[in-house]
Every structure is written in C-alpha cells, then in structure tokens.
C-alpha cells in the first residue's frame, strides 16, 4: 500500500482539486502518468529491437524509462526549456522511445524527422519547428550532412551503434545520458501542452507541423487499447513497423507503453523477410504498416510456404492508403487479420477502425469481408461527417459523395505557427480532411479519393481508389495506381500504372476488360503502363504527384 501511494505521488501534479465542488478530480492526463505506471506496473515487460547490424538488442520497460527518466535529466542540464523541440533522425529502436518519453517528461517536444525526405523539406521542416537539439542514428550521420548547413541544430548527440568515430561538433548520447547527475525536479506537466510534433509529408503544400499533446497522445493511446478487434492489451506483443517519423508510429509505442504490453521495433529492416522473422521469433500478436508492406510480405509468404511460423490469429492495423479487398483475403488465408483504419498527421493518426458490429455478426464471409473492406467507423470520442461543395451535411446513404470532416480531442485544432491553412478548420470547429468519401447508414465510411486524386473526366468524377483496388485482385498486378492526365477533349482521363507480379504476365488489354467487367466503360483507364515498381513516399505509399507529372504529356492518339 504504501509503495502504491508513493507511486501516486510522483505522477500527480497540477490542478488536483475539483473544477466544480463535489465532482471529480481533474487529473492531469500526461506521460508522467504513463512513465511511472509502466515503470511501476511492467518493468520487466520486454521492448525488444533490430539494430542497424541486425542483430537483436533486449530490453525492458523498467530499463527505457528509468534511460528516460536520465534523457529527461540530461536535457534539462543542457539548457532544455519547456516547450523546446528535440528533433530525433532515428529508425524505430529502443532510444527513439527513450527521447519518445524522455523528452517530454522534460517539458519538451519530441519530434522525429521524416528521414527520407527531400534535403529541402528536411531543412525547411527542421528550421520552421526551430528544433534546438537533435539524437541521430550514427547510421543515418550521411542523412543529417545532407540538411546540417540549413538546420544549424544548437547541439547533436549521436547514438552509436558502431565504433565509428563521432564527426565534429556531435557528442555522444551515452555521455549525454552520463551527464544527467542526480537531483532532476520533473516540471510539472500540463495536460494541454505539447508533447510531440509531426510534420504533414508536404504533397498538399509546404509541410506544416502539428503538434500533439500530452493529453491528446493519452486519449488516442486509450482509444487503441479499446478499438475494435484489434485493440492493445497488456498480453500483446505489439510490432511497431509504421516508422516513427510517421505519426509517432501510428501510436503502437504510447500505447504499448501505458498498457503494459511487449514492443518490438523493426530498426532499418523493413524487407518482408526481416519482419517475418521478427513476427514468428517474437511471437508478436499485434502489428501495424501500410499495405505495401503487405504485398511484400504475402509474396514473401507465398514464395516460401512453411519458412515462417506466424502467431495463430495475428493481427495487423493497415492504413495510410486504400487497402483492397483482395489482399485483405489473401492475408486472412495466410493467417493474417488485417484491420484496415483511415487517418492523417492531423489526427494523431486513428480516426475510424474496420470492425464488423455485433448487430452484423451473422451476415455471411462475403458481406463481413465488404464491410473490412472499407476505412471502418469513428472511434470513440471522435466525430465525422461528410459535406458537400456548398458545406451542407450529407446524408449516410453510401451514394452522397463529400469531403471528410472530423472533430475530437486528439485532431488537430490549428497548425505550429503558421496561419496558411488556416482554411483546414471550418466556422463551426471541424477539420477538412481534404478526402473523398461516402458514409453508409451504419457510419461505415468508404474513401473515394483524396480531393486532389480524384479524376475528372468530362464534368463526371472518377474514384482512382477504386480501379487500384480492382486491378489489384487481378492476379497478375501485384501494385496499381490510377492517375487523371490531361485531355485535350475529355479535360482529364484515367490512365493506369501497374507493376506485375513477379513472373507474371498481363497486357492492357486484358487488364482494360478485366475492369470493363467491373465498371462504367467511360471510367476505365484510357491507357495502361507497365512500371517495374511504383515510385512511393518516405512512409510507402504511392506518390502520384510523381506519376502525373511523369505522364503530363501523355501521347493520347
Ligand atoms: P501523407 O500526405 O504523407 O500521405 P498522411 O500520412 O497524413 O500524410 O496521409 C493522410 C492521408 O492518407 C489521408 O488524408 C488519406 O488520403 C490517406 N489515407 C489514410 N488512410 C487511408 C485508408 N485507409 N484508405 C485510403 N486512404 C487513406
């Protein structure tokens, strides 16, 4: 008992009395709260990671937040402020969750670098956020030469995973964490302030960065532990693949974190064989990625049947763009549940789960595989509706098409200094999501497109998420995406780029009657261009920016 009130006194801190007389306490919702029950309650839970040399580093929660705890010190005697941004250039490993809560149980604002962006972005994205200190990856010091000049960081402390010699003017984060001395006073932390940062990928616009709280990184945490059939318990062993640059890696690390559960993190590995192994040797029940990831790893699977020995009733939350019904099947033979989820940068990122709802549970496969199909409901706390071009409300008929809006305690409110978009936000406090979507009666969102993916071919809007979806059951097409080339007659007409699989073969044309069975004959592709890989973002998926301005001229005969 009296250990257990210890604990409690360490984690509260402001605003403990009640906002109103005789109601409840209004306890502050922040990593405070999270570090010290995980440290109190899971300490010998593993966190488990593959170095960049491969090999496989064990750890425990106790261990990653006690070096937390040291970061959070350290930090704070090298002149960290409140609010003061730390950048991190790191893949997913056990110090990018030491700076994920060391930093903000500091005061500060974690914010990881998208590492594969463009130089430009980068310096631009790191000198907009004014990130004052940075923890790099040794093995990405060649990413960080390419940005130093324009992101002139006040201090660089480099995580070393070899012997390699530190460049000059970086130190080392094991002597940053050795200089962390023993009297550290945690600030006490509001609810309302930031705790993280993440910058959009920039493909609407210069990249703008958002902020999340410690109190809107706690509720998301909380809503995946409670979403759907895939939720995170104490039980899981919860593999962390989305990168953690993208979306604080979907939430897998908070919430693994405040629920006790065991994590593990890919590092620089992300090939479908390396991840195979790491589900089957850790015996991980709960995954994440987009769907690129996979493709590979079912072609990883089919190729080589019995290698790899994956945990009965595996689950994986897919999102980030379409995935199609097909693969979703073709997983679930191998053993695989996918859950496929719809979200953004802008809302931490979960807004809606697949989930079959127990007034449904007797509709056959068919039906229920449709339903999965889809982008899935509003998690609780979250609102969404659909409007039209004038803003009125549409009716959830799943034939009403408009652009997504949503509102709730972890979507953003504003963007980090910067009023450019502030058009995102409309008068009665909703976020524009800027995607196409139709809603059925049950909430069951569909998305249509992205605003700007959309094709408009004489006046009549073509769904390019649809045709991928559909090529993508043909067995030849291993990827497709669906792009608007201008016409000189039509304005703009779809054409489609397909990579086969391997050893496959198909022909336009066989490809153009497959979805002619399938769709209206003014909405199949024009053209079909064979591709030996689609050309994809920093977080995987397809940059269609890319595809129309490689096909602009297109030789329409
Ligand atoms: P980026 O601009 O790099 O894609 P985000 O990761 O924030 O940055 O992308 C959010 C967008 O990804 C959404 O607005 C939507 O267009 C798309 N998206 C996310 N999840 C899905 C999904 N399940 N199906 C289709 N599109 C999705």
């Given at each position: 008992?009296?250990?257990?009130?210890?604990?409690?006194?360490?984690?509260?801190?402001?605003?403990?009395?009640?906002?109103?007389?005789?109601?409840?306490?209004?306890?502050?919702?922040?990593?405070?709260?999270?570090?010290?029950?995980?440290?109190?309650?899971?300490?010998?839970?593993?966190?488990?990671?593959?170095?960049p040399?491969?090999?496989?580093?064990?750890?425990?929660?106790?261990?990653?937040?006690?070096?937390?705890?040291?970061?959070?010190?350290?930090?704070?005697?090298?002149?960290?402020?409140?609010?003061?941004?730390?950048?991190?250039?790191?893949?997913?490993?056990?110090?990018?969750?030491?700076?994920?809560?060391?930093?903000?149980?500091?005061?500060?604002?974690?914010?990881?670098?998208?590492?594969?962006?463009?130089?430009?972005?980068?310096?631009?994205?790191?000198?907009?956020?004014?990130?004052?200190?940075?923890?790099?990856?040794?093995?990405?010091?060649?990413?960080?030469?390419?940005?130093?000049?324009?992101?002139?960081?006040?201090?660089?402390?480099?995580?070393?995973?070899?012997?390699?010699?530190?460049?000059?003017?970086?130190?080392?984060?094991?002597?940053?964490?050795?200089?962390?001395?023993?009297?550290?006073?945690?600030?006490?932390?509001?609810?309302?302030?930031a705790?993280?940062?993440?910058?959009?990928s920039?493909?609407?616009?210069?990249?703008?960065?958002?902020?999340?709280?410690?109190?809107?990184?706690?509720?998301?945490s909380?809503?995946?532990?409670?979403?759907?059939?895939?939720?995170?318990?104490?039980?899981?062993?919860?593999?962390?693949?989305?990168?953690?640059?993208?979306?604080?890696?979907?939430?897998?690390?908070?919430t693994?974190?405040l629920?006790?559960?065991?994590?593990?993190?890919?590092?620089?590995?992300?090939?479908?064989?390396?991840?195979?192994?790491?589900?089957?040797?850790?015996?991980?029940?709960?995954?994440?990625?987009?769907?690129?990831?996979?493709?590979?790893?079912?072609?990883?699977?089919?190729?080589?049947?019995?290698?790899?020995?994956?945990?009965?009733?595996?689950?994986?939350?897919?999102?980030?763009?379409?995935?199609?019904?097909?693969?979703?099947?073709?997983?679930?033979?191998?053993?695989?549940q996918?859950?496929?989820?719809?979200?953004?940068?802008?809302?931490?990122?979960?807004?809606?789960?697949?989930?079959?709802?127990?007034?449904?549970?007797?509709?056959?496969?068919?039906?229920?595989?449709?339903?999965?199909?889809?982008?899935?409901?509003?998690?609780?706390?979250?609102?969404?509706?659909?409007?039209d071009?004038?803003?009125?409300?549409l009716?959830?008929?799943?034939?009403?098409?408009?652009?997504?809006?949503?509102?709730?305690?972890?979507?953003?409110?504003?963007?980090?200094?910067?009023?450019?978009?502030?058009?995102?936000?409309?008068?009665?406090?909703?976020?524009?999501?800027?995607?196409?979507?139709?809603?059925?009666?049950?909430?069951?969102?569909?998305?249509?497109?992205?605003?700007?993916?959309?094709?408009?071919?004489?006046?009549?809007?073509?769904?390019?998420?649809?045709?991928?979806?559909?090529?993508?059951?043909?067995?030849?097409?291993?990827?497709?995406?669906?792009?608007?080339?201008?016409?000189?007659?039509?304005?703009?007409?779809?054409?489609?780029?397909?990579?086969?699989?391997?050893?496959?073969s198909?022909?336009?044309?066989?490809l153009?009657?497959?979805?002619?069975?399938?769709?209206?004959?003014?909405?199949v592709?024009?053209a079909?261009?064979?591709?030996e890989?689609?050309?994809?973002?920093?977080?995987?998926?397809?940059?269609?920016?890319?595809?129309?301005?490689?096909?602009?001229?297109?030789?329409?005969?």
């Amino acid at each position: 008992m009296h250990r257990f009130a210890t604990f409690h006194a360490t984690t509260l801190s402001v605003r403990l009395g009640p906002v109103f007389p005789g109601s409840m306490m209004d306890f502050p919702l922040t990593l405070a709260h999270v570090a010290a029950r995980t440290e109190r309650l899971f300490p010998s839970v593993e966190v488990v990671a593959r170095k960049p040399d491969r090999s496989i580093e064990r750890s425990s929660w106790g261990a990653v937040i006690r070096r937390a705890r040291r970061l959070a010190a350290a930090l704070t005697r090298a002149g960290l402020r409140e609010g003061d941004r730390v950048a991190t250039l790191q893949w997913n490993g056990l110090a990018h969750v030491e700076a994920y809560l060391g930093v903000p149980l500091a005061g500060g604002v974690c914010h990881p670098l998208n590492l594969r962006l463009h130089p430009d972005e980068f310096g631009y994205i790191a000198s907009h956020a004014r990130d004052r200190f940075l923890l790099v990856d040794d093995v990405l010091l060649p990413v960080l030469e390419s940005i130093r000049a324009k992101a002139p960081f006040e201090r660089i402390f480099v995580v070393q995973h070899t012997n390699a010699p530190l460049p000059a003017g970086c130190e080392s984060y094991t002597s940053l964490l050795a200089s962390a001395g023993s009297e550290f006073m945690a600030p006490q932390l509001d609810e309302r302030s930031a705790a993280s940062m993440c910058y959009t990928s920039g493909t609407t616009g210069r990249p703008k960065g958002v902020l999340y709280t410690h109190r809107s990184i706690l509720l998301h945490s909380l809503s995946q532990a409670l979403a759907g059939d895939a939720p995170i318990a104490q039980r899981d062993c919860v593999f962390a693949v989305a990168p953690m640059f993208h979306v604080n890696s979907w939430g897998f690390p908070y919430t693994a974190a405040l629920m006790g559960a065991k994590l593990v993190l890919p590092g620089p590995h992300l090939d479908a064989e390396s991840l195979l192994d790491l589900l089957d040797q850790e015996r991980v029940t709960l995954t994440s990625g987009v769907p690129t990831i996979w493709v590979a790893i079912r072609d990883a699977l089919r190729a080589q049947p019995g290698r790899w020995r994956l945990e009965p009733g595996l689950r994986a939350i897919v999102g980030g763009s379409a995935l199609p019904e097909s693969l979703l099947r073709e997983m679930a033979e191998l053993g695989v549940q996918l859950f496929h989820c719809w979200g953004m940068t802008e809302t931490s990122p979960i807004g809606t789960y697949g989930h079959v709802k127990s007034t449904q549970a007797d509709f056959d496969d068919e039906a229920k595989f449709k339903i999965l199909a889809r982008q899935g409901y509003a998690s609780p706390l979250v609102e969404l509706r659909h409007v039209d071009d004038a803003g009125r409300v549409l009716p959830w008929d799943d034939e009403a098409i408009g652009e997504l809006q949503c509102r709730g305690p972890w979507i953003a409110g504003s963007y980090f200094n910067s009023h450019e978009s502030d058009e995102r936000w409309t008068a009665d406090g909703w976020f524009r999501t800027g995607d196409v979507v139709a809603i059925d009666s049950e909430g069951v969102i569909r998305i249509v497109d992205r605003s700007k993916d959309l094709v408009k071919s004489g006046g009549e809007w073509i769904s390019s998420v649809a045709l991928e979806n559909a090529l993508m059951a043909h067995s030849g097409v291993r990827e497709a995406a669906v792009i608007g080339v201008p016409h000189p007659k039509w304005q703009e007409r779809p054409i489609a780029v397909v990579a086969l699989r391997p050893g496959a073969s198909a022909t336009a044309e066989e490809l153009q009657q497959f979805l002619a069975e399938r769709f209206a004959k003014w909405q199949v592709p024009d053209a079909v261009v064979f591709v030996e890989a689609l050309p994809r973002t920093g977080v995987g998926k397809v940059r269609k920016s890319e595809l129309r301005e490689r096909y602009r001229e297109f030789p329409w005969s």
